[in-house]
């Protein structure tokens, strides 16, 4: 135990430093962060409590949906805590900056190994246990357990979370020893990538709407067996379901002493598995994992001239900054993989519209059209934001430490930062165009919802690309291991607040006119005077704000970026 304090000393002064000894401005920025986080988990927990109550309130099948319930929570988080330790595993075991020094040592294994281990087991799910609370404390509630609920509850979460960080860390030791671990965590991100994008759309294509559409299911026995899921009796989720469904459900409470035992057992076997192995591979392992990887596409000859040829026109200064970003994009995995989500996002969006069932409505159908295309601007907007911040909000801060060079060149930062602007806004544009333009082709909507459609998400688009880029300059991150790091900080949270609010603004304000539009439609009358001023004004505000939404933030990050970089 002596041991392992030893290499845990430093990791205790990191976070006291980090707790105490933060500026003024990092504690503020804290404090914002950590009540929209209860935000987040009480809205969490009243979104289940609600579920939960609805499904109490259902007899006999109410009990059966809830149990099917936790058993696919359970299963989540399984799934999550695994994933999540294999790549915290690698990131702390075999890439962290301390381990060139702990190894140039006379270190102690075993001490080592329960250091790094509890190490990898809090960082990977600490935030998976503090949101799942609100699921086991909303069934404790419903069900009225009292403390030898969660008293099971503590006793059957910590062997999960050691099962999970043993066999997660297992995995990483047995997967860094065949390939290089700075290539594994690419390999990693982009199976995990291809799993969760098939998986959706497989479940997407199944139609999951149709559960409740009572000419789907003729009998009740038909519509109970939809829902007879498999369980998984070899998973430790599974055991832990059964902990506790025999409180909630006043089961026999004989399986608990053998799910509980199976659980602890388990979870020591692994430890002791784990640390055995860790012995005898961890040290190849690690050299292993200092080989570097290679960019052959973007070395390529042929690459560079055709890019050279592509943006000829451009001036020399902002072409070599073009190049150079192209190229970086494409040497890091973690970036140009994320092109599979975008095109994942449009076929599932596209998807969507295409299977609606309009014509069962008993809204007339042409009205019902032009109405879920104005509503699909929100929609819309809300993918441009979220893509935003993944892709341009970080563009300021994926310079890194090197950003020195762009500030000591002939380049001047103004721009700098409008050069990304444009690159940002050309590929919002481009799909803001795609979705909103397939989507009204899909409601067959009329020529004047088209028009105002496709102008709508141009401003939008002008606005979102702004404060992304406007914010990250702002707000950027130089230092960071990982590029999904930039975006969860206070800068990333205050864009995504900023664009949300900018998006719902513009819906608000066209949601009159567009309601005097198709109501006249639907009267079959024309407009009057008045609706014409009453469109134009809206039409005036939505210019007016999407221009400030354009100018300000991008004149604030010049700002903010000029005087870091004077500093």
């Known amino acids: 135990m002596l041991r392992t304090l030893i290499f845990l000393y430093p990791k205790y002064f990191s976070c006291k430093n980090a707790l105490f000894m933060r500026p003024r401005r990092v504690l503020l920025q804290s404090v914002v962060l950590c009540c929209l986080g209860i935000l987040f988990w009480t809205g969490w927990f009243i979104i289940f409590y609600?579920?939960?109550?609805?499904?109490?309130?259902?007899?006999?099948?109410?009990?059966?949906?809830?149990?099917?319930?936790?058993?696919?929570?359970?299963?989540?988080?399984?799934?999550?805590?695994?994933?999540?330790?294999?790549?915290?595993?690698?990131?702390?075991?075999?890439?962290?900056?301390?381990?060139?020094?702990?190894?140039?040592?006379?270190?102690?294994?075993?001490?080592?190994?329960?250091?790094?281990?509890?190490?990898?087991?809090?960082?990977?799910?600490?935030?998976?246990?503090?949101?799942?609370?609100?699921?086991?404390?909303?069934?404790?509630?419903?069900?009225?357990?009292?403390?030898?609920?969660?008293?099971?509850?503590?006793?059957?979460?910590?062997?999960?979370?050691?099962?999970?960080?043993?066999?997660?860390?297992?995995?990483?030791?047995?997967?860094?020893?065949i390939f290089p671990a700075r290539r594994l965590k690419d390999i990693l991100f982009l199976l995990f990538l291809f799993t969760v994008v098939i998986i959706y759309l497989l479940f997407r294509l199944l139609r999951p709407e149709r559960l409740v559409d009572p000419e789907v299911f003729i009998t009740v026995i038909d519509y109970l067996t939809s829902l007879n899921m498999p369980a998984a009796p070899f998973l430790p989720s599974q055991w832990v379901t059964d902990c506790l469904l025999s409180f909630l459900f006043s089961?026999?409470?004989?399986?608990?002493?053998?799910?509980?035992?199976?659980?602890?057992?388990?979870?020591?076997?692994?430890?002791?598995?784990?640390?055995?192995?860790?012995?005898?591979?961890?040290?190849?392992?690690?050299?292993?994992?200092?080989?570097?990887?290679?960019?052959?596409?973007?070395?390529?000859?042929?690459?560079?001239?055709?890019?050279?040829?592509?943006?000829?026109?451009?001036?020399?200064?902002?072409?070599?900054?073009?190049?150079?970003?192209?190229?970086?994009?494409?040497?890091?995995?973690?970036?140009?993989?994320?092109?599979?989500?975008?095109?994942?996002?449009?076929?599932?969006?596209?998807?969507?519209?295409?299977?609606?069932?309009?014509?069962?409505?008993?809204?007339?159908?042409?009205?019902?059209?032009?109405?879920?295309?104005?509503?699909?601007?929100?929609?819309?907007?809300?993918?441009?934001?979220?893509?935003?911040?993944?892709?341009?909000?970080?563009?300021?801060?994926?310079?890194?430490?090197?950003f020195w060079i762009i500030n000591a060149s002939p380049l001047t930062l103004d721009k700098f930062i409008w050069c990304k602007f444009w690159m940002t806004f050309i590929m919002l544009s481009v799909l803001a165009q795609i979705l909103i333009v397939c989507t009204n082709l899909l409601l067959h909507v009329d020529i004047y919802m088209m028009l105002l459609s496709c102008t709508t998400i141009l401003l939008m688009t002008f606005g979102i690309a702004s404060l992304s880029i406007g914010l990250g300059a702002a707000f950027p991150r130089f230092r960071y291991e990982n590029i999904a790091q930039i975006p969860t900080g206070f800068g990333g949270l205050v864009?995504?607040?900023?664009?949300?609010?900018?998006?719902?603004?513009?819906?608000?304000?066209?949601?009159?006119?567009?309601?005097?539009?198709?109501?006249?439609?639907?009267?079959?009358?024309?407009l009057t005077w008045q609706e014409y001023v009453g469109i134009c004004m809206a039409g005036?505000?939505?210019?007016?704000?999407s221009t400030i939404a354009f100018i300000v933030p991008m004149k604030m990050g010049i700002k903010q970026l000029t005087e870091k970089a004077l500093a």
Not at 385 to 391: E, S
Not at 505 to 526: F, G, K, N, Q, Y
Request: positive net charge; glycine residues 6%; contains cysteine.
């Open 251 to 402: 089961r026999n409470k004989e399986p608990i002493t053998f799910s509980l035992g199976l659980l602890w057992s388990t979870a020591g076997a692994f430890i002791v598995i784990f640390g055995w192995a860790f012995r005898r591979c961890y040290f190849d392992a690690w050299t292993r994992a200092q080989e570097a990887r290679s960019a052959k596409i973007t070395r390529s000859n042929v690459f560079m001239t055709i890019l050279k040829k592509i943006f000829i026109l451009l001036p020399c200064q902002i072409r070599g900054l073009v190049i150079k970003d192209i190229c970086c994009f494409f040497r890091d995995t973690a970036q140009w993989s994320q092109l599979f989500i975008l095109a994942g996002i449009i076929i599932i969006y596209l998807y969507n519209f295409s299977v609606l069932p309009i014509e069962k409505s008993p809204i007339p159908t042409r009205q019902l059209q032009n109405t879920i295309a104005f509503l699909n601007l929100g929609l819309a907007g809300f993918v441009l934001a979220a893509v935003a911040v993944r892709f341009g909000f970080p563009a300021i801060s994926l310079e890194g430490e090197a």
């Open 50 to 177: 609600r579920v939960l109550a609805y499904f109490q309130r259902i007899n006999f099948l109410g009990d059966f949906l809830a149990a099917k319930l936790l058993s696919m929570v359970m299963l989540t988080f399984f799934s999550m805590l695994l994933f999540s330790t294999i790549i915290t595993a690698i990131s702390s075991m075999f890439l962290s900056e301390e381990l060139q020094l702990l190894i140039s040592t006379p270190y102690d294994y075993d001490g080592l190994y329960e250091a790094k281990l509890w190490e990898t087991m809090v960082n990977s799910s600490w935030m998976v246990l503090i949101f799942s609370l609100p699921v086991f404390f909303s069934y404790g509630i419903i069900y009225h357990q009292g403390i030898s609920y969660y008293t099971m509850l503590t006793l059957s979460i910590p062997p999960l979370i050691c099962i999970c960080g043993a066999l997660g860390s297992g995995i990483a030791l047995i997967l860094v020893k």
């Open 540 to 545: 005036v505000s939505v210019l007016l704000i």
């Open 495 to 526: 864009y995504m607040i900023t664009a949300l609010s900018f998006i719902a603004i513009i819906v608000v304000i066209e949601a009159l006119p567009v309601h005097i539009m198709i109501t006249a439609d639907m009267a079959h009358r024309s």
